[in-house]
């Protein structure tokens, strides 16, 4: 059953943090060492999201007690962030149907929850948005699938547009909200323009780049909401495009140098045949390899064929 307490939260000593998330495990068949596997394997998902970072996360352990873990804490900073931890606590349930207690404290509410069902929590992603400001909900929202592809997908359009109904927002204000999460660019086609044309412009400006510069870089490419397998797409046509002009410029450099003249032999000498090692017309060398290991300890995110084919 789902208890509400009124009073204060307490216990938000992060700044940014709008609600708190406390898990324990109170199983009465768990032994203490698997009860702080459970807390830590819960920790270890959260934190695999990027989301929610270490700072943001408290084991609690008895009072004096440094070893063993009974339960976590986590600090939420968008309300999106609380049905993304609910719904790893879900899958986790499903997975081993263990007893745990749940409380969600908000403002001047706390929400308990003491179950092993994983479906009983599907309910409080709905009860904790009546109780958070409509726009602050939305907007969280609208962000969270900004964020995954730098635009809305029919799906996503329509959750918003039920979302926008449920919150009773207006559609003006809905899609003030929806194109403000987006950014500057609305179109991820326009997006992914953008970063090609500051990329190459900073090429042309000069190779190799800067630490400094692919810093900057990557602060464009995360604001544009694109996606790491976008960047590698486009430094991938980089890459390429160098060792095209490496190879051509090679090609022009052997062109213009004189052709050896042919060693003096006696007229009766036979003749030799002609190998690779003789042959004026060499392979040019591939600087593909080069260009890639400079793009990889350089660029925003590592070339690695997850990343080529849209890995995150």
Not at 35 to 58: I, N, S
Request: negative net charge.
């Amino acid at each position: 059953m789902t208890q509400t307490y009124p009073g204060a939260a307490g216990g938000l000593t992060t700044t940014d943090a709008i609600a708190k998330v406390v898990v324990q495990w109170v199983d009465a068949n768990l032994t203490a060492p698997d009860r702080d596997t459970e807390v830590r394997l819960l920790g270890d998902r959260l934190q695999t999201l990027g989301m929610f970072p270490a700072a943001r996360l408290t084991y609690l352990r008895e009072k004096g007690d440094t070893t063993e873990c009974l339960g976590l804490q986590v600090a939420i900073a968008e309300p999106e962030h609380i049905r993304v931890c609910l719904r790893l606590l879900y899958d986790r349930l499903l997975e081993s149907p263990l007893e745990v207690r749940l409380q969600i404290l908000l403002r001047a509410v706390r929400l308990q929850l003491q179950t092993r069902n994983g479906e009983d929590l599907l309910v409080l992603p709905n009860a904790i948005e009546t109780l958070l400001p409509a726009r602050q909900i939305f907007q969280a929202r609208a962000e969270a699938y900004a964020l995954q592809g730098g635009e809305y997908s029919p799906v996503e359009k329509t959750n918003l547009e039920l979302l926008r109904y449920r919150l009773n927002l207006s559609q003006e204000e809905a899609d003030y909200l929806a194109n403000r999460a987006l950014g500057p660019y609305m179109d991820r086609q326009a997006k992914l323009r953008k970063y090609r044309e500051v990329l190459t412009a900073e090429l042309d400006r000069g190779y190799p780049l800067s630490e400094a510069t692919w810093a900057e870089l990557r602060t464009l490419y995360q604001s544009l909401g694109l996606t790491p397998a976008d960047v590698t797409a486009i430094s991938e046509e980089h890459i390429t495009r160098l060792q095209i002009e490496a190879t051509q410029l090679q090609a022009l450099e052997q062109s213009q140098l004189p052709e050896p003249a042919p060693p003096e032999e006696p007229e009766d000498a036979p003749a030799l045949p002609v190998t690779a090692e003789m042959s004026p017309l060499m392979p040019l060398p591939d600087y593909r390899e080069r260009y890639r290991q400079e793009f990889t300890e350089r660029s925003p995110i590592p070339f690695t064929p997850a990343n080529l084919t849209g890995a995150a």
